[in-house]
């Protein structure tokens, strides 16, 4: 596979490049330490430091999590990162640096291309999720990723659930789906949140009788 462009670092491309590392090296499912990671993509004559400005820029974007476990930083990949990556991928002015593409790199992309298809190119494209069972499924999903990713102890904040599903869940579907959830009594949902910012705040759940519902727990 034979490129034309330039080595030096592109701050789209590179954000692309580490989304693709991230998702090849399962950081969907577990987190992966950063230094992996950045091993993984920099090239030639690089430092990993030099990624540090873009692994900052995607924790901004909701893109990734960053998760500091002692003196190691640990990375996540998230749902909406996972449809950013989509579009990086798929931009005309993406491309790798260099001559060649290493055959990690071109295997990924494969696996990609097999496994996911046409996934959404943004994330007001995002596949909607139309009926409450396959909301439920997912939810669960999310709830246990992010409590295995996060070390939660099965306190799971719900703007952190709802973040993950981006655009393919209405916002008051939501609410009204993880209430039945609770009603179900596969979560329950707990007040809480005194000092979240505003943002946070915005993205739990507010009800008319209990309050700020800010953090789902499983039964």
């Known amino acids: 596979m034979v490129i034309h462009k330039s080595t030096e670092i592109d701050g789209n491309n590179a ?7 991230l998702w090849d090296m399962g950081a969907l499912e577990s987190s992966v330490k950063k230094s992996g990671l950045t091993e993984r993509v920099k090239r030639g004559k690089e430092k990993s430091g030099e990624y540090a400005p873009y ?3 995607l924790a901004e974007q909701g893109a990734i999590s960053l998760i500091t476990k002692g003196r ?8 909406l990162g996972k449809i950013i990556l989509s579009a990086g991928l798929k931009n005309d002015d993406f491309a790798f640096g260099g001559n060649q593409v290493g055959s990690r790199v071109a295997n990924a992309l494969l696996k990609w291309m097999r496994q996911m298809g046409d996934i959404a190119t943004a994330a007001s494209d995002a596949p909607k999720i139309s009926s409450y069972d396959e909301f439920k499924k997912v939810a669960i999903g999310v709830f246990d990723r992010l409590n295995r ?4 102890n099965d ?8 973040r993950e599903f981006s655009e393919s869940v209405d916002r ?9 959830l609770q009603e179900e009594n596969i979560f329950h949902l707990r007040t ?5 910012t505003d943002d ?6 507010n009800d008319e009788y209990r309050g700020l519902l800010f953090v789902a727990t499983k039964s």
């Open 155 to 162: 306190f799971v904040p719900i703007y952190r659930i709802r």
């Open 149 to 152: 990713g996060y070390n939660l």
């Open 172 to 180: 008051l579907e939501f609410n009204d789906w993880m209430l039945k």
């Open 15 to 21: 954000k692309t490049r580490l989304l693709l590392a």
């Open 72 to 79: 190691n930083t640990q990375i996540l990949l998230t749902e």
């Open 200 to 205: 946070q705040k915005q993205d739990s759940i």
């Open 192 to 196: 809480g949140g005194l000092e979240a």
């Open 55 to 57: 692994l900052d820029a």
